[in-house]
C-alpha cells in the first residue's frame, strides 16, 4: 500500500512538471534554495544580535547584509555568485508564477492581486540577484587590476527621485498596503496550510514540514507587516529615509520594544524556519509547467 501511494505521489509530480522546460523547473529549485540560505544567514544573525541584545548590543541586517556575510566566509565568492544564479533563476520563476499563473490563482481580483505580489517578488529577488552579482564582478575586475566600482547599490537615489515626483508619495505608499496585503496573505497561507497543495505529497502532511512552514510564513509576515508601515509612512510623511527602512529597520523595530530581545529571538527563529521551508520548497516544491 505505501509503494503504491509513493508512486502515485512520484506520478503526479512528474506529470506536474512534465513539458520539457528542464530549465524552468531548475531555474525555480535553485532560486527556492538561494532564497533560503539568504533566509537562514538573516536568521541566524538576527538569533546571534538577540542573544546580544539581553547585554545591551546586536546588530540585525537584512539580505543585503547577509550576502556580504556569505562573500565574506573562505570560498565566498563562489558561493556568492552561485547565490546570483539562483536567484536569477527565481526571478524568472516567479515572472512565470505570475503572467502564466501555473499555479492557477485565477482573474478574479484576489488572483490577480496574489500574481502581482509574484511579480513583484520577482523585481525584489531580481535586484537581489544583480547586487549578489555585482560583488563578484567588482571582486574579479579588483583581482584583475580593473579596480570595480562598488558593489553599492542606488536605492537610495531612486526612493529620492520617486519621492520627488508629484505621484511618487502615493505609489510608495501603495507599495506598503501592497506589503501589508501579502503578509496577511502568508497568514493565512500558515493558518489554512494552504502551502500544501504546491508540495510533493509524500511530504506536504508531515508534521515536521507543517511546523516550519508555518511558523516561518508568520515570522516572514511579521516583518513584510513593519516593512509596509515604513512605506506608507514614508508615503504619508514625504521622508524619503523612510522607504529604505527594510528587513535591518524592522527587525531592530522588533528589538527595541518592551521584551524585544526576545520579541527578536522568536522572529529571527521564525525567518530560520522561512529558511529551511524555502529548502524545502527546493526539493518538494511541485514546479508546474506554463
Known amino acids: 500500500m505505501a509503494n503504491t501511494a509513493r508512486s502515485t505521489a512520484d506520478a503526479a509530480g512528474r506529470k506536474a512538471e512534465e513539458g520539457g522546460r528542464t530549465g524552468l523547473v531548475y531555474a525555480a529549485r535553485g532560486g527556492y534554495a538561494a532564497r533560503g540560505i539568504v533566509y537562514l544567514v538573516v536568521g541566524v544573525l538576527a538569533l546571534m544580535a538577540a542573544v546580544r541584545g539581553f547585554g545591551g548590543g546586536g546588530e540585525t541586517t537584512g539580505a543585503r ?3 556580504q556575510q556569505i562573500f565574506s566566509l573562505p570560498g565566498g565568492t563562489w558561493m556568492v555568485g552561485a547565490m546570483a544564479v539562483g536567484l536569477f533563476g527565481f526571478t524568472l520563476w ?4 505570475g503572467v502564466a499563473d501555473v499555479d492557477h490563482h485565477g482573474a478574479d481580483a484576489k488572483g490577480l492581486a496574489v500574481r502581482a505580489g509574484m511579480v513583484g ?5 531580481g535586484a537581489l540577484a544583480v547586487y549578489a552579482a555585482s560583488l ?3 571582486f574579479a575586475a579588483t583581482m584583475s587590476g580593473g579596480g570595480g566600482g562598488g558593489a553599492g547599490g542606488g536605492s537610495g537615489g531612486a526612493t529620492a527621485w520617486l519621492m520627488g515626483r508629484t505621484w511618487g508619495m502615493w505609489l510608495i505608499a501603495a507599495f506598503g498596503v501592497v506589503a501589508w496585503g501579502v503578509a496577511v496573505v502568508l497568514v493565512i497561507k500558515a493558518v489554512k496550510r494552504k502551502y500544501r497543495r504546491n508540495l510533493d505529497p509524500r511530504v506536504a ?3 515536521w514540514v507543517d511546523g516550519i512552514a508555518r511558523f516561518g510564513l508568520c515570522a516572514k509576515a511579521l516583518v513584510l507587516a513593519l516593512i509596509g508601515s515604513f512605506l506608507v509612512l514614508a508615503g504619508l510623511s514625504g521622508d524619503s529615509s523612510q522607504a529604505q527602512q527594510g528587513l ?4 531592530t523595530t522588533l528589538r527595541q520594544q518592551p521584551y524585544g530581545a526576545w520579541l527578536l529571538g522568536l522572529t529571527a527563529a521564525g525567518l530560520v524556519a522561512f529558511g529551511i521551508y524555502g529548502l524545502v520548497q527546493a526539493r ?3 514546479i508546474r509547467q506554463p
Do not use: H, K
Open 65 to 67: 547584509g547577509a550576502i
Open 94 to 97: 516567479r515572472f512565470v508564477q
Open 121 to 125: 517578488s520577482g523585481v525584489v529577488n
Open 136 to 138: 563578484v564582478w567588482t
Open 205 to 207: 502532511g508531515e508534521g
Open 248 to 251: 535591518p529597520a524592522a527587525l
Open 284 to 286: 518538494y516544491r511541485i
